[in-house]
Protein backbone atom coordinates (compact mmCIF):
# COMPACT_ATOMS: atom_id res chain seq x y z
CA UNK A 1 0.00 0.00 0.00
CA UNK A 2 2.60 2.34 0.86
CA UNK A 3 4.61 1.63 -2.79
CA UNK A 4 0.73 2.51 -4.57
CA UNK A 5 0.86 5.75 -2.23
CA UNK A 6 4.31 6.88 -3.22
CA UNK A 7 4.23 5.77 -6.92
CA UNK A 8 0.19 6.87 -7.38
CA UNK A 9 -0.41 9.20 -5.19
CA UNK A 10 -3.40 10.84 -6.85
CA UNK A 11 -5.19 7.82 -7.99
CA UNK A 12 -4.88 6.37 -4.26
CA UNK A 13 -7.05 9.43 -3.09
CA UNK A 14 -9.25 9.03 -6.12
CA UNK A 15 -9.85 5.73 -5.45
CA UNK A 16 -10.01 6.77 -1.20
CA UNK A 17 -12.86 8.83 -1.81
CA UNK A 18 -15.10 6.43 -3.74
CA UNK A 19 -14.65 3.74 -0.89
CA UNK A 20 -15.16 6.09 1.81
CA UNK A 21 -18.33 7.01 -0.05
CA UNK A 22 -19.65 3.49 -0.46
CA UNK A 23 -18.88 2.64 3.23
CA UNK A 24 -20.99 6.30 4.23
CA UNK A 25 -24.37 5.21 2.07
CA UNK A 26 -24.01 2.10 1.02
CA UNK A 27 -25.69 -0.84 2.87
CA UNK A 28 -28.24 -3.70 2.70
CA UNK A 29 -29.57 -4.68 -1.25
CA UNK A 30 -29.02 -2.65 -3.81
CA UNK A 31 -28.24 -2.08 -7.62
CA UNK A 32 -26.05 -0.39 -9.75
CA UNK A 33 -26.36 0.71 -13.35
CA UNK A 34 -23.83 0.81 -16.20
CA UNK A 35 -20.62 -0.15 -14.00
CA UNK A 36 -18.90 -2.02 -16.74
CA UNK A 37 -15.54 -2.63 -15.66
CA UNK A 38 -15.21 0.14 -12.52
CA UNK A 39 -18.16 -1.38 -10.21
CA UNK A 40 -18.06 1.72 -7.14
CA UNK A 41 -16.38 0.12 -4.14
CA UNK A 42 -19.01 -1.14 -1.66
CA UNK A 43 -18.86 -2.60 1.90
CA UNK A 44 -18.41 -6.50 1.94
CA UNK A 45 -21.64 -6.41 3.66
CA UNK A 46 -23.39 -4.84 1.01
CA UNK A 47 -25.25 -7.44 -1.66
CA UNK A 48 -25.06 -5.59 -5.37
CA UNK A 49 -26.89 -6.77 -7.91
CA UNK A 50 -25.51 -4.60 -11.56
CA UNK A 51 -27.94 -3.77 -14.32
CA UNK A 52 -27.22 -2.27 -17.91
CA UNK A 53 -29.32 -2.74 -20.94
CA UNK A 54 -27.38 -4.88 -22.69
CA UNK A 55 -25.89 -8.30 -21.19
CA UNK A 56 -22.38 -8.81 -20.46
CA UNK A 57 -21.59 -10.07 -24.00
CA UNK A 58 -22.81 -7.81 -25.67
CA UNK A 59 -21.49 -4.98 -23.81
CA UNK A 60 -18.26 -6.28 -24.75
CA UNK A 61 -19.05 -6.02 -28.72
CA UNK A 62 -20.62 -2.68 -27.88
CA UNK A 63 -17.29 -1.20 -26.06
CA UNK A 64 -14.18 -2.98 -27.96
CA UNK A 65 -11.59 -0.22 -26.24
CA UNK A 66 -12.75 -2.07 -23.67
CA UNK A 67 -11.18 -5.65 -24.07
CA UNK A 68 -8.89 -7.10 -21.75
CA UNK A 69 -10.48 -5.35 -18.82
CA UNK A 70 -13.01 -7.57 -16.79
CA UNK A 71 -16.20 -6.00 -17.17
CA UNK A 72 -19.20 -7.11 -14.10
CA UNK A 73 -21.27 -9.88 -14.50
CA UNK A 74 -24.92 -8.17 -15.55
CA UNK A 75 -27.64 -9.28 -13.33
CA UNK A 76 -30.50 -7.91 -14.67
CA UNK A 77 -30.75 -6.61 -18.25
CA UNK A 78 -32.80 -3.01 -18.23
CA UNK A 79 -32.80 0.33 -19.39
CA UNK A 80 -30.82 2.04 -16.45
CA UNK A 81 -33.22 5.47 -17.14
CA UNK A 82 -36.50 4.01 -16.23
CA UNK A 83 -35.74 0.61 -14.10
CA UNK A 84 -39.22 -0.87 -15.45
CA UNK A 85 -38.06 -4.38 -14.49
CA UNK A 86 -37.29 -3.56 -10.76
CA UNK A 87 -40.37 -2.61 -8.19
CA UNK A 88 -40.96 0.60 -6.54
CA UNK A 89 -39.14 0.81 -3.22
CA UNK A 90 -37.39 -2.38 -3.31
CA UNK A 91 -33.90 -1.37 -2.75
CA UNK A 92 -31.71 0.10 0.10
CA UNK A 93 -29.12 2.21 -2.20
CA UNK A 94 -29.05 2.92 -6.17
CA UNK A 95 -25.46 3.83 -7.14
CA UNK A 96 -25.21 5.48 -10.66
CA UNK A 97 -21.31 5.91 -11.26
CA UNK A 98 -20.37 8.24 -14.67
CA UNK A 99 -24.07 7.15 -15.78
CA UNK A 100 -26.40 10.09 -15.36
CA UNK A 101 -24.25 12.24 -18.21
CA UNK A 102 -25.62 9.26 -20.47
CA UNK A 103 -28.87 9.62 -19.70
CA UNK A 104 -31.56 11.73 -22.69
CA UNK A 105 -33.91 12.62 -20.18
CA UNK A 106 -31.87 13.23 -16.39
CA UNK A 107 -35.26 14.07 -14.97
CA UNK A 108 -36.96 11.30 -15.80
CA UNK A 109 -33.88 9.05 -14.70
CA UNK A 110 -33.66 10.88 -11.29
CA UNK A 111 -37.26 9.94 -11.02
CA UNK A 112 -36.99 6.18 -11.76
CA UNK A 113 -34.00 5.63 -9.47
CA UNK A 114 -35.89 7.09 -6.47
CA UNK A 115 -38.70 5.63 -6.91
CA UNK A 116 -37.35 2.10 -6.71
CA UNK A 117 -35.25 3.38 -3.33
CA UNK A 118 -36.86 2.40 0.00
CA UNK A 119 -37.83 5.11 2.24
CA UNK A 120 -34.51 6.30 3.78
CA UNK A 121 -32.42 5.03 0.92
CA UNK A 122 -29.85 6.20 -0.64
CA UNK A 123 -28.52 7.41 -4.48
CA UNK A 124 -25.23 7.62 -4.93
CA UNK A 125 -24.21 10.13 -8.07
CA UNK A 126 -20.81 10.26 -9.71
CA UNK A 127 -20.63 12.73 -12.15
CA UNK A 128 -17.70 13.58 -14.67
CA UNK A 129 -16.68 17.64 -13.88
CA UNK A 130 -16.83 18.97 -17.61
CA UNK A 131 -13.98 21.40 -16.77
CA UNK A 132 -11.71 17.94 -17.21
CA UNK A 133 -11.45 15.12 -19.33
CA UNK A 134 -13.34 14.94 -22.66
CA UNK A 135 -16.12 17.38 -22.03
CA UNK A 136 -14.00 20.36 -21.54
CA UNK A 137 -15.00 21.47 -25.08
CA UNK A 138 -18.74 21.39 -24.45
CA UNK A 139 -21.10 24.44 -22.93
CA UNK A 140 -23.02 23.58 -19.74
CA UNK A 141 -26.46 21.84 -20.11
CA UNK A 142 -29.14 24.19 -19.16
CA UNK A 143 -32.25 23.62 -16.60
CA UNK A 144 -34.13 24.59 -19.37
CA UNK A 145 -32.70 21.77 -21.53
CA UNK A 146 -33.12 19.37 -19.42
CA UNK A 147 -36.30 20.29 -18.69
CA UNK A 148 -37.73 20.78 -22.76
CA UNK A 149 -36.45 17.28 -22.85
CA UNK A 150 -38.21 16.11 -20.01
CA UNK A 151 -41.69 17.66 -20.67
CA UNK A 152 -40.93 17.52 -24.46
CA UNK A 153 -39.26 13.76 -24.91
CA UNK A 154 -35.71 13.65 -25.45
CA UNK A 155 -35.77 13.03 -28.91
CA UNK A 156 -36.38 16.92 -29.70
CA UNK A 157 -32.75 17.15 -29.17
CA UNK A 158 -30.90 13.73 -30.05
CA UNK A 159 -29.86 14.79 -33.20
CA UNK A 160 -27.63 17.91 -31.71
CA UNK A 161 -26.43 16.14 -29.08
CA UNK A 162 -24.68 13.71 -31.56
CA UNK A 163 -23.53 16.67 -33.76
CA UNK A 164 -21.96 18.18 -30.58
CA UNK A 165 -20.50 15.31 -29.26
CA UNK A 166 -18.70 14.49 -32.80
CA UNK A 167 -17.76 18.10 -32.66
CA UNK A 168 -16.42 18.90 -29.67
CA UNK A 169 -15.36 15.64 -28.19
CA UNK A 170 -14.51 12.99 -31.07
CA UNK A 171 -12.99 16.17 -32.89
CA UNK A 172 -10.83 17.29 -30.65
CA UNK A 173 -9.52 13.88 -29.40
CA UNK A 174 -8.71 12.52 -33.08
CA UNK A 175 -11.55 10.35 -33.58
CA UNK A 176 -13.00 11.98 -36.80
CA UNK A 177 -11.76 14.23 -39.27
CA UNK A 178 -13.64 17.97 -39.62
CA UNK A 179 -15.15 16.47 -42.98
CA UNK A 180 -16.86 13.88 -41.75
CA UNK A 181 -18.11 15.15 -38.55
CA UNK A 182 -21.95 14.98 -39.55
CA UNK A 183 -21.56 11.67 -41.19
CA UNK A 184 -19.83 10.36 -38.00
CA UNK A 185 -22.73 11.81 -36.00
CA UNK A 186 -25.39 10.23 -37.81
CA UNK A 187 -23.44 6.71 -37.53
CA UNK A 188 -23.28 7.05 -33.89
CA UNK A 189 -26.58 8.14 -33.27
CA UNK A 190 -28.28 5.41 -35.68
CA UNK A 191 -26.06 2.69 -33.71
CA UNK A 192 -27.49 4.80 -30.12
CA UNK A 193 -24.29 4.72 -29.03
CA UNK A 194 -24.39 5.75 -25.43
CA UNK A 195 -22.70 9.28 -25.65
CA UNK A 196 -22.78 12.25 -22.80
CA UNK A 197 -25.85 13.64 -23.54
CA UNK A 198 -25.52 15.99 -20.94
CA UNK A 199 -22.58 17.48 -18.83
CA UNK A 200 -22.36 20.21 -15.53
CA UNK A 201 -19.82 21.21 -13.05
CA UNK A 202 -20.61 20.54 -9.58
CA UNK A 203 -22.26 23.92 -9.02
CA UNK A 204 -23.75 23.57 -12.37
CA UNK A 205 -25.70 20.50 -11.16
CA UNK A 206 -26.54 21.21 -7.43
CA UNK A 207 -29.00 23.99 -8.56
CA UNK A 208 -30.17 22.14 -11.01
CA UNK A 209 -31.41 19.02 -8.55
CA UNK A 210 -32.38 21.52 -6.03
CA UNK A 211 -35.10 22.66 -8.83
CA UNK A 212 -35.54 18.61 -9.73
CA UNK A 213 -35.81 17.39 -6.02
CA UNK A 214 -38.90 20.04 -5.19
CA UNK A 215 -40.69 18.27 -8.16
CA UNK A 216 -39.99 14.56 -7.25
CA UNK A 217 -43.17 12.70 -6.71
CA UNK A 218 -40.45 10.22 -3.59
CA UNK A 219 -39.33 13.12 -1.31
CA UNK A 220 -35.63 13.20 -1.28
CA UNK A 221 -32.64 15.83 -0.25
CA UNK A 222 -28.70 15.93 -1.18
CA UNK A 223 -27.24 15.29 1.86
CA UNK A 224 -23.39 15.03 0.68
CA UNK A 225 -21.48 16.72 -2.14
CA UNK A 226 -17.81 16.59 -2.54
CA UNK A 227 -15.36 16.73 -5.52
CA UNK A 228 -12.53 14.01 -6.48
CA UNK A 229 -10.04 14.90 -8.92
CA UNK A 230 -12.06 14.52 -12.29
CA UNK A 231 -15.72 13.95 -10.93
CA UNK A 232 -17.56 14.94 -8.67
CA UNK A 233 -20.13 12.89 -6.10
CA UNK A 234 -23.27 13.77 -4.97
CA UNK A 235 -25.43 11.26 -2.69
CA UNK A 236 -29.18 11.77 -1.98
CA UNK A 237 -31.42 10.55 0.46
CA UNK A 238 -35.21 9.62 0.01
CA UNK A 239 -37.20 10.31 3.40
CA UNK A 240 -37.93 8.25 5.78
CA UNK A 241 -41.74 9.47 5.69
CA UNK A 242 -43.20 9.29 2.10
CA UNK A 243 -45.89 12.64 1.90
CA UNK A 244 -47.90 13.61 -1.25
CA UNK A 245 -46.20 14.25 -4.32
CA UNK A 246 -45.47 17.75 -5.04
CA UNK A 247 -45.66 17.33 -8.20
CA UNK A 248 -46.67 14.76 -10.48
CA UNK A 249 -44.87 15.25 -13.59
CA UNK A 250 -41.76 13.87 -11.92
Known amino acids: MRWAVLRHPRRWHYERARRRLGARYVAGVGIEIGALHQPF ?108 DHEHGPARSRQEHYREWAMLVDRPLGHVAADQTETHAAALEERSYSIHFHCWTPDELAGQLRHILGRATAPARVVERRGNHHEFFVAVRRAEAVSPALDSRG
Open 41 to 148: PVPATAQVRYVDRLTSSQLRAEYPELAGLPLVEVDIVADGETLTAIEDASQDFVIASHFLEHCADPIGALGAHLRVLRPGGALLLAVPDRRYGIDRFRPATSLEHILA
